[in-house]
Each structure stands twice: as C-alpha cells, then as structure tokens.
C-alpha cells in the first residue's frame, strides 16, 4: 500500500473508533443476581455508581436482563470467584465493564465509550447536539432514540437536550413515558410528565386509584392527591365506609384535617353513623376524639349532636 493510503486508511480506522467521553466520569458498578434459584438469575440489579461535574457523587440503579450484559454468562455470575469482562450497549454509547462476581454478587470498574452517530440524530431530530457529559447520562438513564419517537407518538412538543438529560434523571424513562401513556396521561411536555414523577405519580399509582373508583383525574389533581397523602387504600377505605365517588378535591380536604377510616370507624361505634364529610371535619378540627365523646355523652347522659359536641370544645369541656 502506497503511504498516503495507508495514512489515509489509518485516519479512517482512528475515526470509526469510538472514543471515550470527554466529560464521563470514572465508574464503579455493582450487581445482585435477580430470579428464581432453580433457574438461575434472568437478570441483574446493576447499579453505577460516578462522581458528578460539581464534584459530588452519582448513582444509578436498575434491573437489567442478563442477555442486555454482552459477555457476561450465568454460569460467571453463579460461580464462586470469577473475572469477568462485558458491555451493555445502550443507543447513545456502550459500557465497557470489567470486574468479578462471586454467588450471584459483583462489582467493578466501566469506561463509557460514546456513539458517534448518536449526537448527529439527536440534532437532526431538533433536540440540539449534546454534550459529552449529556451524552453519558442519556447512556446511563438508557434514554435513546427510541424514548424521542415514543414521545412524537404521543404528541409531545419536541424537547431540548437538556430536557431528555432531566426526564433520564429523574426517573421519567421510556417505561414511565409507555406506561402513563397507557393510563391515558399524555400531558404534552416533557417537563411536565417529570413533574408527575418527582411528586410520586406512576402508571401504578393511576392504576389503583381506577380500581379504587376515582377516575378521570387531571395531571394537576393527581399530583395534588400525591402531595396530600392521598392513597388508593385511602381511597378504598372510605368508600367502604360509605365515602363513595368523592371528588379530588374533597379527598384532600379529609386527608388534610385528619379524617381517617379509623376516625369514622370509632364515631360510628358511638352511634354518628350518618356524618357527612363537613361535619367529620368540624369534629376533627375543635379535637374531638372518639374518647372524649364517650366522656362528654356519659355526663349528659345523652347522645349529644355534632353541633353540641363542638360547642362544648370550643367552651372549654376537655374532659
């Protein structure tokens, strides 16, 4: 081969190799074995731990498939005491890991590889060209191209870079973004689905609610029953009790005064079968307890209403 050729070809081979990550930290993994024991493990917690841009540390985990992890076998993760040597290729860069595992247990050391295309799709997709340390985390949360087209599928504005690095973050991944779609929570923007997530709201949760009878929330009152300790068994248990089809906003307001199934329960024991939920609250805001009721009813000798009961809180009858 004559020598600019093979200069040439060189400079080809330098640039079809994948280069490491400006901006990718040091990585340290860690791994359980996940599945039933006579089959051995189908996949593996994997967690990957880093140290972050501002100098703090960073960690993620997930369950992963064991076939996801390219070179490592089920008989290396079974054994006791074995090198092994595998990568996990996600759409934005592979993880080239080495370390060992010892009964179902791992841990060691990765280095992030990005792929070369991946940023040009990006761009051309109009996400904007990411970063390298971007790019690493888009690996890290698995957030790839397929989370984009999963996006257009569902009619959500197209977001930024930074936008997609955020959803990876915070745990608003392709499954959530499937999942909540399926739950009929299309809301539109990205920034918006994470908000959902950081305040609790999953597919899950949605799910129960259903089950639980309430139906037809918006994002904004599913977030709201989320921040307010609003559950489904909340929810079940005051509609056994007879608290059926409330509205979100009125579950809060229980929720917020302390009106439990526990309280109603109680009340009903005493005879106050037929409150409704103004007067559960009333109650529950003057510090009537089902013990000083008793009290207050055995000195009167009578089974004194709602409005008695507060009065004679407010009057001062503590006992």
């Known amino acids: 081969m004559h020598r600019p050729a093979a200069v040439l070809a060189a400079l080809l081979a330098l640039a079809a190799a994948p280069a490491p990550a400006q901006d990718a930290p040091p990585l340290e993994w860690t791994a359980s074995a996940r599945g039933a024991a006579e089959r051995g493990p189908e996949e593996l917690q994997l967690s990957v731990s880093y140290r972050t841009r501002g100098g703090g540390s960073g960690m993620t985990s997930r369950p992963v498939a064991l076939r996801e992890l390219q070179g490592l076998t089920r008989a290396q993760v079974e054994l006791a005491g ?56 888009l ?41 909540m779609g399926a739950a009929g929570y299309r809301v539109g923007t990205l920034p918006e689905l994470v908000r959902m997530r950081d305040h609790g709201v999953t597919p899950r949760f949605v799910r129960e609610l259903d089950e639980a009878g309430i139906r037809g929330l918006s994002a904004p009152e599913l977030v709201r029953l989320r921040d307010h300790g609003v559950s489904p068994a909340f929810v079940r248990e005051m509609a056994e009790l007879g608290y059926r089809g409330l509205p979100a906003g009125e579950l809060v307001r229980l929720r917020d005064h302390g009106v439990g199934a526990r309280f109603v329960r109680e ?3 005493l005879g106050y079968d037929r409150l409704d939920t103004r007067e559960l609250v009333r109650l529950r805001d003057h510090g009537v307890t089902a013990d000083w009721v008793r009290r207050a009813n055995a000195r009167a000798g009578t089974r004194q209403s709602v409005g008695e009961l507060v009065k004679l809180r407010i009057h001062g009858a503590r006992r």
Do not use: N
């Open 267 to 269: 009340m009903r024991e």
């Open 82 to 137: 074995s090198p092994v040597r595998f990568r996990l290729r996600r759409e934005a860069g592979s993880f080239d890991c080495e370390g060992w595992f010892r009964s179902g247990r791992g841990s060691g050391h990765c280095d992030f590889a990005p792929d070369g295309g991946f940023a040009a799709q990006l761009d051309r997709r109009g996400a904007g060209r990411p970063t390298g340390w971007q790019q690493f985390s």
């Open 139 to 179: 690996a890290l949360h698995d957030v790839g191209l397929a989370y984009l087209d999963e996006l257009a599928s569902q009619r959500y504005a197209r977001p930024t870079v930074a936008e997609l690095v955020r959803a990876g973050e915070h745990g608003a991944g392709l499954e959530f973004l499937r999942g």
